[in-house]
């Protein structure tokens, strides 16, 4: 089979990381100054203190690398973590974390919501290191139905994201929170490399990982898994818009002949909107199957998730994979509805695949229909 041509991401990742801004952009360098309290043992440089900096002040936005003397050091994010291009009373206009620890602050709930890119863009690019995020809810893209356009990208290809570990556990993730009515907003969580993600289970909310609505567009809300080493945990996964029908989700695999990245869904979202020990909810968007690599034999399976508590819930009237990929790639659940696999069933074919027993859940996009109006085109020729 010929190698199927990898996609060009929205937002794009260069290894010099540049942000355009309507704001002066300082370069700053983290410095290791430490300053503060010793919080769980560990000591740490305070995010606020001006003897942290070197190159800029905090408040000209900084972008800035946690390292000194090539190591990593313990940041105590202990400000609200607000990234945009635009937005004067933003934290940053773009991060890179490559090492060390970012420990965000929990605080007394004033900084317990973090933003990427909201009223403005911003990216947030981390190739190795470790970030705790607290037990707030980490908004990537629109923040709020009042934004501006908002563009964010947060790209984790090496090192450690991380909800359920470091001082205060028990935080989300959303990919455009709110939905607004005309200005451009999209946000993007791109996994690849050997990066650990692992989304525990949240304090104040069901998912671990949510699809907003932005503002309705296809493709405005984005989770990008790449390659086949990262290693992904999410509690509850649900793709869903609750303010229109519109399909603005997009969950992406590109990989080669050694598989896609697994999402290990590992808890439940019930009691929400959909039916109980559901353990990813798709709704309201599209699947995109990027296959890079040699040539594969017709009825090929790979996993793409896999439940361990709960089940996978699909809408087949609003969720199916898009249509370029249609001619190549089913979608079927197996294992009572608890994997989640994308089967290679290149065309021409007529194969409609069955449901293995009761409660199997196969959910596949059939090409009999096809075959058959291409034979009718063919006989009125």
């Not at 290149?346 to 009761?358: D, H, I, K, M």
Request: glycine residues 14%; proline residues 3%.
């Amino acid at each position: 089979m010929a190698m199927i041509k990898r996609m060009v991401m929205a937002c794009a990742c260069t290894a010099a990381l540049t942000v355009a801004s309507t704001t002066a952009m300082a370069q700053s360098t983290w410095n290791g100054s430490v300053s503060g309290t010793v919080p769980g043992g560990t000591t740490y440089g305070y995010w606020t203190n001006a003897s942290n900096w070197s190159g800029a002040s905090f408040s000209n936005q900084p972008s800035f690398l946690p390292v000194v003397d090539g190591q990593g050091y313990p940041v105590f994010m202990n400000d609200e973590f607000w990234m945009s291009s635009s937005v004067a009373n933003a934290k940053m206009g773009a991060l890179t974390l490559s090492s060390g620890t970012i420990q965000h602050f929990d605080g007394t709930g004033v900084y317990r919501n973090g933003r990427i890119g909201a009223s403005g863009s911003s990216t947030f690019t981390q190739t190795g290191g470790v970030f705790y995020y607290n037990k707030g809810e980490l908004r990537i893209g629109e923040n709020a139905g009042s934004d501006t356009s908002s563009n964010g990208l947060y790209t984790v290809s090496g090192g450690t994201f991380s909800t359920a570990g470091g001082l205060y556990a028990g935080g989300n993730v959303v990919l455009n929170r709110n939905q607004a009515s005309s200005n451009f907003q999209q946000g993007e969580l791109r996994i690849s490399g050997n990066a650990t993600v692992n989304l525990g289970q949240p304090v104040t909310v069901a998912q671990a990982l949510r699809f907003g609505g932005g503002n309705g567009a296809t493709n405005s809300a984005i989770l990008s898994i790449i390659g086949s080493q990262a290693n992904v945990s999410v509690w509850g996964l649900e793709m869903a818009n609750i303010t229109s029908t519109s399909r603005n989700g997009l969950l992406q695999f590109s990989f080669d002949q050694n598989g896609p990245s697994l999402i290990n869904l590992t808890g439940t979202i019930s009691g929400t909107s959909v039916p109980g020990n559901t353990a990813a909810n798709l709704t309201q968007g599209y699947m995109h199957i990027d296959y890079t690599g040699t040539q594969l034999t017709p009825g090929q399976t790979f996993n793409l998730m896999t439940a361990a508590t709960g089940t996978i819930a699909m809408n087949n009237s609003l969720f199916s994979l898009q249509a370029s990929d249609t001619a190549n790639w089913q979608l079927q659940l197996i294992n009572g509805s608890t994997t989640l696999q994308a089967v290679y069933v290149p065309e021409p074919s007529a194969t409609v695949l069955l449901a293995f027993g009761a409660g199997a859940g196969v959910f596949v996009i059939g090409k009999l229909n096809r075959a058959r109006n291409a034979r009718a085109s063919r006989s009125q020729a």
